[in-house]
Structures are given as structure tokens and as C-alpha cells.
């Protein structure tokens, strides 16, 4: 997954080329879920204005590999 721009105001964009659907989890700096859903293969744009200033993790899960990304919310 290609994930921009890092750190992100209010879009975020998200490219997926996988082939599977993949379930995005993201977590807080503590490690608490905040927010998850299913993506599809493609681009996606999601509202990032309701996200409290400060770190998260993103984890993408395409059966059994999971993809971890930092970002950084401004």
C-alpha cells in the first residue's frame, strides 16, 4: 500500500494493488484501535479531520501478511 502525503492535515490517500480486499486497522500511539474497514484494490481517500493531532499506525491485513505504516496527523 502506498499511503500519502505522511504527515497528512485532512486526506489521506491510500493506493492499494492488491488483489484481496484488506482490512485497515489504525491505532493510536497507546495502541488503541480508533478506527478499521475494509478497502478494496485501488485509490482511497480517507477524512483524516476528525483525528486528534499525533501518531498512528496503520495495519493492513491481506489474509495472513499485515503491512504496518506510520503517519504522522498534523
Do not use: C
Not at 486526506?11 to 500511539?29: H, K, P, R, Y
Not at 478494496?40 to 499506525?57: E, I, M, P, R
Amino acid at each position: 500500500a502506498k499511503v500519502f502525503p505522511n504527515p497528512v492535515k485532512e486526506t489521506l490517500n491510500i493506493q492499494l494493488t492488491s488483489t484481496n480486499s484488506v482490512q485497515l486497522m489504525i491505532f493510536d500511539a497507546v495502541g488503541q484501535l480508533v478506527n478499521t474497514q475494509n478497502l478494496n484494490t485501488g485509490d482511497h481517500d480517507l477524512d483524516w479531520s476528525a483525528f486528534a493531532n499525533g501518531v498512528y499506525f496503520l495495519h493492513f491485513m491481506d489474509g495472513d501478511k499485515r503491512m504496518i505504516q506510520k503517519v504522522i496527523k498534523q
